[in-house]
């Protein structure tokens, strides 16, 4: 960070205080970049925006180029770290416009692949999954025209492993497996069978997120898990406090959940937020932070009734600092994470209308995040545990009431779905 601040300084006595000037903008990029490598994302968009600003008084508001291109894209990279899917969404289609006139509208080039990527991605953050098949797909195929059908490159296992995460999101856990295990094979081959490489080790989380999600696979999971983490140590040193290690912890203590083993999912989370906090700092709101507060909740959820309240201080934990991360009034995937967490926990406590409240404000925040009137997998999930909530309060007719507009959106989403895409992946 010091070193990016000190060549803006530099570039800013050069070049004059006021002046637009590429080097400038480069700077302010980097620094962006910079930031939300460190969480800052509202930081990083500051930076983005600076950036964008400074290239097109230098380009033209309507020109197509590079730099701006490059802008608009991290500014979709940035505005989906702070979950607003829908910003980042423009931003993305955006950048790939300008790429495709740039370079042209049927070219195959790096750029355009690596957009479609972002883009499909944040489909996927959005819930549209088969959209984001769609560009995942077009990346791949863009991919192996650039570099060669048969060529074994890391942009190519790349496209594979995002079309198995998506294929995963959308429950084709099979179809998932086989994707990871091409991109797998793939990037053993670029870096050698036994080599220990950051990439491989994604991939085999991948695929212990995908096995896991197969009853009788649990086992499997864990072991994909195992391997990832023990990679990852061999890479940046068993007792380093790194954020990839306390990423992997977090997954590994999920999969040690499904096959029973709580207590070792406790042990995970815990070490994962020591990590984390020895990273960004003790008393630091970071992002990777309250993730690890927020399973930690409910791996102690999971370890027996007596246990519940401390679940329930780490949800509190966790959605208190999210507020402070995100805004306290915004409309962000981890704070309604938050709150669905709270309801469950409560509801174990026997503090059912509390559990209502958090159900009610994780729908309304849903309805903020995708659309008041978009029929969304996870607003029909909040639908469902309100009606949950309220039989459990003994109210059945509002019972009855939210789990039949819980059916009728999954019926709805079931339309869309077969309509948009008569022939489903």
């Known amino acids: 960070m010091s070193y990016h601040e000190q060549a803006l300084q530099m570039e800013r006595s050069i070049y004059g205080e006021d002046t637009a000037h590429p080097d400038i903008a480069i700077s302010f ?66 950048s790939l416009q300008m790429e495709r006139v740039i370079y042209g509208e049927d070219t195959a080039h790096p750029h355009i692949a690596n957009s479609l990527a972002n883009l499909g991605i944040t489909w996927s953050d959005l819930g549209d999954h088969r959209r984001a098949i769609r560009c995942h797909e077009q990346a ?27 294929l995963s999101n959308l429950g084709d856990n099979r179809r998932s497996i086989r994707y990871h295990e091409q991109a797998l094979q793939m990037m053993r081959g670029i870096h050698g069978e036994n080599t220990a490489h950051h990439d491989i080790a994604i991939i085999l989380n991948n695929l212990g997120i995908a096995t896991g999600s197969n009853i009788g696979n649990q086992r499997k ?6 391997q990832a983490i023990n990679m990852m140590q061999s890479i940046y040193g068993e007792n380093t406090a790194h954020p990839e290690i306390a990423y992997l912890l977090n997954n590994l203590s999920k ?12 042990n995970c989370c815990e070490k994962s937020l020591q990590i984390n906090r020895i990273i960004y700092g003790q008393d630091i709101a970071h992002p990777a932070i309250t993730g690890s507060l927020n399973n930690l909740g409910t791996a102690w959820s999971n370890l027996g009734d007596h246990r519940k309240a401390k679940a329930v201080s780490y949800h ?24 669905i967490n709270l309801g469950i926990a409560c509801g174990h406590l026997g503090y059912h209308r509390k559990a209502l409240r958090y159900y009610e404000q994780s729908l309304q925040m849903r309805r903020r995040i995708y659309g008041k009137d978009t029929a969304h997998p996870d607003i029909a999930s909040s639908l469902n545990n309100l009606s949950i909530a309220w039989r459990v309060l003994g109210d059945h007719k ?11 959106m999954k019926q709805m989403i079931r339309t869309i779905s077969s309509t948009k895409f008569p022939n489903p992946l």
């Open 29 to 94: 990029n980097n620094l962006g970049v910079a930031w939300s490598q460190l969480g800052d994302h509202r930081k990083a968009i500051s930076y983005h925006e600076q950036s964008l600003e400074m290239e097109r008084s230098i380009y033209g508001d309507d020109t197509a180029h590079p730099d701006i291109a490059r802008s608009l894209n991290n500014l979709g990279i940035a505005w989906r770290s702070l979950g607003d899917y829908r910003k980042a969404v423009s931003y993305c289609e955006q």
């Open 140 to 166: 791949l195929q863009m991919n192996r025209k650039i570099y060669g059908e048969n060529t074994v490159h890391p942009e190519i296992a790349g496209a594979l492993n995002n079309l198995g995460r998506t």
């Open 221 to 226: 999971a864990v072991s994909y898990h195992e």
């Open 255 to 266: 999969a040690l959940s499904d096959i029973g083993d709580h207590r070792k999912a406790v």
């Open 316 to 339: 509190e934990q966790a959605l208190q600092m999210r507020r402070s991360i995100y805004g306290e009034n915004t409309a962000h995937p981890d704070i309604v994470r938050s709150l």
């Open 398 to 408: 509002k019972g009855f009431i939210y789990s039949v507009q819980a059916e009728q």
